[in-house]
């Protein structure tokens, strides 16, 4: 909204005129709708990013508070009201986008941030070996599958291994993966690598899931207020439940 006044100024200001409202415009400084306008960009970005729900969220949540951190760093030259604002917004970053482990792990998950260069050294390994006692823990859901798959003569299956590499972590870190591959689709990429690496794999879709925000839940709930209505309250649940897939489907590109 403030970059679209910034942007009308002169027509709204000549609109207010000639109704002889000027004085409406009164103490609007264009400069300083240009200065905060420009320094909330990042935060919609963020916001419309990481409310997505045609694509894993959870994993760019830490990416987005290390670049909103730093873009709320005092920046030399900065006029008095803007080093409010970056001061101000720091603040509300650290109150209000609290980084746990499950968003360090989503990063770590995604092949080109695995070095989570972000974090201090120690908290990086910190997240490695999180992840290696997560992957440990998936061992016996692992083997059960493998033996599921085999018992129901799952193609592909005869050119697995019976042994589970216990830690496949060292293994993911020295591996060279192509960027544009783990870029476009980070889900995409733990199938096309979940012989490379079941466990990890397991542990990304597990992970990857979890939505960043509610926005995505908000709109569910939006759109089955919609169908279950005065005139349409006897649905069945099957039958609504299909409604909000076809509706959701519909929305793809």
């Known amino acids: 909204m403030l970059n679209s006044i910034a942007r009308q100024h002169n027509e709204i200001r000549q609109l207010l005129e000639e109704k002889g409202q000027e004085h409406r415009f ?78 360090k792990i989503a990063t770590f998950l995604s092949p080109r941030f695995k070095t989570l260069k972000m974090l201090p050294p120690d908290e990086s390994l910190a997240v490695q070996a999180e992840a290696r006692r997560l992957t440990t823990a998936l061992i016996p859901a692992l083997q059960a599958q493998k033996c599921t798959e085999k018992a129901q003569n799952v193609p592909g299956m005869e050119d697995t291994p019976d042994l589970i590499e216990p830690d496949e972590i060292q293994r993911y870190m020295q591996s060279h993966f192509n960027l544009e591959e783990c870029s476009e689709n980070v889900l995409g990429f733990w199938g096309a690598h979940s012989h490379d690496f079941p466990l990890l794999s397991m542990l990304a879709r597990a992970v990857l899931c979890v939505p960043a925000t509610s926005a995505s839940s908000e709109r569910a709930f939006s759109s089955a207020g919609r169908v279950l209505e005065a005139r349409r309250n006897r649905l069945n649940p099957g039958t609504v439940d299909s409604i909000l897939f076809l509706h959701s489907a519909s929305k793809q590109p």
């Open 26 to 103: 009164e103490g609007i400084q264009v400069e300083v709708l240009n200065g905060v306008g420009e320094f909330l960009t990042p935060f919609k970005h963020a916001s419309e990013d990481l409310e997505g729900d045609r694509y894993p969220t959870i994993n760019s949540v830490l990416l987005w508070s290390h670049r909103l951190r730093r873009h709320c760093e005092p920046r030399c030259g900065d006029p008095l009201y803007m080093q409010h604002i970056r001061r101000r917004a720091g603040e509300l970053l650290d109150e209000k986008m609290i980084i746990s482990p499950i968003h």
